[in-house]
């Protein structure tokens, strides 16, 4: 069974790179801890506890960047992109003090933060992979596609949803159809998790040829991430969806889309496009009322086709259950 927590190991989206611009700050708060990002003045992204060790201010009101540090807003002590004190204003030499920074990747205009509850640091067989590389099957070269922010995301703050739900999708083929109303229900083509991920391809048959005529191929790193690629002679887009933990209570998720550039309009997107990308938060919505209100199982009656998937994914996800079971917004059942 799994150990549910709201701290899992993995990576986890923690916002879109735009919204920081160099100077600029902004407060976060996952796994229930008080964070600061900030961009220096050539560029970095740094992320770190946010309060000064002198007297508790929070850096990320109030705080100035001043080239790679950030000044506390209450008496100035500055602390610097790897979080050492390195100037305090008012005495000869700094205190040695250091704050924890965290761990961070930029990449697709999104920020991912590595996150284990020992604090140790990204591991070697559990790297993020690449939306547009690390699918094999359907490469595809990034500058292709138009940017996912801001015109193609969706933002869900604060639900009060496991982000074990995520990967919950993997398997589930019948869900397309009684959830979201497809005329038809793909079939799990194969699924694999020997390299640590979880891989699967789903197939939408032809009601005419009875062969596939969309792929869906699923890359999830960890629980939290699952990479998705639409693949058809007519539909060819690409999205992450995430969820990451705020606290025992709430979860952060997020959508992004990333669709083909049109010739006719490659360096803006067309409306017709962002149209869609509005018209997709129903279909989160599909999911999201199901979660809101759904106990997790934890030795589910299957259907004999749920039976090989499912074990498979429940059975992968222990791995980033390393802390403790504590508490979690979904009440889990070992069987009903």
């Known amino acids: ?17 735009a919204e920081i611009a160099p100077g600029a700050t902004k407060a976060m708060k996952y796994f229930g801890e008080d964070m600061v990002a900030f961009r220096t003045e050539d560029g970095k992204l740094v992320v770190m506890d946010a309060h000064c060790k002198h007297l508790g201010a929070h850096l990320a009101y109030g705080g100035k960047v001043k080239g790679d540090c950030i000044a506390c807003p209450y008496h100035g002590w500055e602390w610097n992109s790897q979080g050492a004190n390195i100037h305090v204003p008012y ?3 700094p205190t040695g003090a250091k704050l924890r920074t965290r761990h961070i990747i930029e990449r697709h205009g999104i920020i991912f933060m590595w996150h284990d509850p020992a604090g140790g640091a990204p591991r070697e067989g559990w790297e993020l992979p ?28 604060g639900e009060r949803i496991h982000p074990q739900m995520v990967v919950e999708n993997a398997p589930d083929t019948t869900h397309f159809h009684f959830t979201h109303g497809t005329p038809e229900c793909p079939e799990l083509l194969w699924f694999d998790t020997s390299d640590g991920s ?3 391809e789903m197939g939408f048959k ?24 639409f693949n058809g002679q007519s539909v060819k887009y690409r999205l992450i969806l995430t969820a ?19 010739p006719a309009s490659p360096d803006v997107m067309p409306e017709s496009l962002r149209a869609f990308a509005r018209q997709t938060v129903e279909l989160f919505e599909e999911d999201a009322r199901m979660w809101r209100h759904q106990i997790f199982v934890q030795r589910p009656v299957f ?8 074990t498979a994914m429940r059975k992968w996800s222990e791995r980033f259950y390393e802390a403790a079971e504590g508490p979690t917004p979904m009440r889990a059942v070992e069987a009903l």
């Open 206 to 229: 032809s009601p005419k040829t009875k062969e596939v005529a969309l792929s869906l191929y699923t890359l999830a790193p960890c629980i939290s991430l699952s990479f998705t690629i």
């Open 130 to 157: 690449d939306l547009f590389t690390g699918v094999p099957q359907v490469p595809a070269r990034e500058e292709d596609f138009y940017p996912c922010y801001p015109h193609a995301v969706i933002d869900k703050p």
């Open 1 to 17: 069974m799994l150990k549910l927590s709201m701290k899992p190991t993995g990576w986890f989206q923690i916002g879109w790179s």
């Open 244 to 262: 990451t933990p705020v606290d025992e209570e709430t979860s952060d998720f997020r959508v992004n889309y990333f669709f083909p550039r049109d």
């Open 91 to 93: 005495q000869d030499k």
């Open 303 to 310: 259907a004999k086709q749920d039976i090989a998937g499912y």
């Open 198 to 200: 979880w891989r699967s």
